[in-house]
């Protein structure tokens, strides 16, 4: 049976740079948080991050690389640093000879140039005259496709190259993207990126929805939770066929995503079409109802994690998943990276055999008929399964299964 490997993995986070120190802060309860300010005109903006620690984006890099960052201006473009970061720390870890390969990069990120664009128009005195001249440079990186030339120049990529946008569900899509090509020989390799700086726009537009905590911490799914907090994060993963030959145990294998979309409300799930409950029965039942491990998105919010819950337990009723655990209280809501960032520590809990616990999870929800994991447990596990309903009604499910 053809199956695609993931044999490489990068991630960033405020648990910090790599997958190893990633880990490991996570099962020491290390995170990094801080209250990030922001000048807007005449008044200060200030709001809770879950924040990615100083690191030198440079650190591993050649020099032609650093060169070429610098040469296209992007050293100040966080979530262009970031994306850098990951796919290189992916490479490295895959030992992936790019260069000598039918390599694709498929980026999963829902603002691409957005962040230079809005700091621009915010930090321009008003008493200036302004001619579109002055913004014709950002205006043109947010149509996205510049940020592929840019990556492919850095890594040698000669293969296909895609932007994907589909919210917080960008990188199960991108993954299951990626997979396609492997499966139909389009690539030898996939790198598959997301990234996500915290922005102040990102902040307030969450503010305007009332979807934020106010005491500063995201509970999944706990009885008190109140609200999302956002994050940093960057994750990436490197796609290759089984035939490839490697040195070293790949981490698993992707063997297979479900999706559908809901075309009912931008910002609110479908209560009634049950599309989340689709996807995951799907899943379910393709695993023969034996799901090891669960990663649903668990925000914090007190709507959305009620539909989630209520969804997983009508779509997997009365035989639930063995264990059901959320990342987003170490790491915040990191918005379009958020769902690669946990796949990728969801492989490391496979591939470690230990289940960790879901940070702020401190109350169990008395409406809800799932538990939620609250300590670390060693756990030899088959498979995990990476879940989200997203913004813009596309729900996902996607299989990883851990290799003999």
């Known amino acids: 049976m053809n199956k695609t490997l993931i044999t490489g993995v990068g991630a960033l986070s405020s648990l910090g740079y790599g997958i190893h120190e990633n880990w490991k802060n996570l099962l020491s309860d290390h995170v990094n948080q801080e209250i990030r300010r922001y000048s807007l005109g005449n008044r200060i903006v200030e709001y809770p991050i879950y924040s990615i620690p ?5 650190s591993n890099l050649t020099k032609e690389q650093i060169d070429k960052v610098q040469e296209f201006n992007l ?3 966080k979530d262009f640093v970031y994306l850098v970061t990951v796919i290189n720390q992916a490479i ?12 694709s990069l498929i980026v999963g990120h829902e603002n691409l140039g957005v962040v230079p664009l809005v700091d621009q128009l915010l930090t321009t005195s008003q008493s200036k005259t302004i001619s579109f001249s002055d913004y014709q440079n950002a205006f043109f990186h947010i149509q996205s496709f510049p940020y592929l030339f840019y990556l492919s120049s850095i890594f040698s990529i000669k293969g296909l190259t895609f932007v994907v946008n589909n919210a917080c569900a960008s990188g199960l899509y991108a993954l299951d993207l990626g997979k396609k090509l492997i499966e139909t020989k389009e690539a030898d390799a996939v790198i598959v990126a997301t990234s996500d700086y915290s922005h102040v726009s990102e902040y307030l537009w969450f503010q305007d929805k009332n979807f934020l905590s106010t005491s500063h911490q995201l509970k999944p799914f706990d009885q008190n939770r109140d609200g999302t907090v956002l994050g ?4 990436a993963v490197v796609l290759e066929p089984n035939d490839s030959s490697k040195l070293y145990k790949p981490y698993c294998t992707y063997t297979k995503g479900f999706f559908l979309q809901d075309g009912w409300k931008m910002t609110l799930p479908d ?3 049950h599309g989340y409950t689709n996807v995951l029965r799907r899943a379910g039942e393709f695993l023969n109802k034996h799901i090891d491990l669960l990663i649903p998105h668990g925000t914090g919010s007190g709507m959305w994690d009620s ?13 639930f998943p063995h264990h059901i655990t959320t ?3 170490y790491i915040g809501h990191t918005l379009g990276a958020s769902s690669l960032l946990e796949t990728v520590l969801g492989i490391k809990s496979l591939w470690e055999g230990i289940i960790p616990a879901s940070r702020n999870t401190n109350v169990p929800d008395m409406n809800s008929k799932i538990e939620i994991n609250t300590k670390h447990q060693k756990k030899q596990l088959k498979n995990m399964v990476k879940s989200l309903p997203a913004f813009g009604g596309f729900n996902a499910a996607c299989i990883f299964e851990a290799l003999d």
């Not at 100083?54 to 440079?58: C, N, R």
């Not at 539909?307 to 035989?319: G, H, L, R, T, V």
């Open 54 to 58: 100083e690191y030198d984006w440079k």
């Open 327 to 329: 990342f987003k209280g």
């Open 75 to 77: 050293e100040e473009d």
């Open 232 to 235: 940093d994060g960057a994750a």
């Open 271 to 273: 209560v009634t079409s």
């Open 92 to 103: 490295q870890d895959a030992n992936l000879e790019v260069k000598n390969k039918n390599v």
């Open 307 to 319: 539909y989630e819950s209520s969804e997983i337990s009508k779509a997997f009723s009365p035989s």
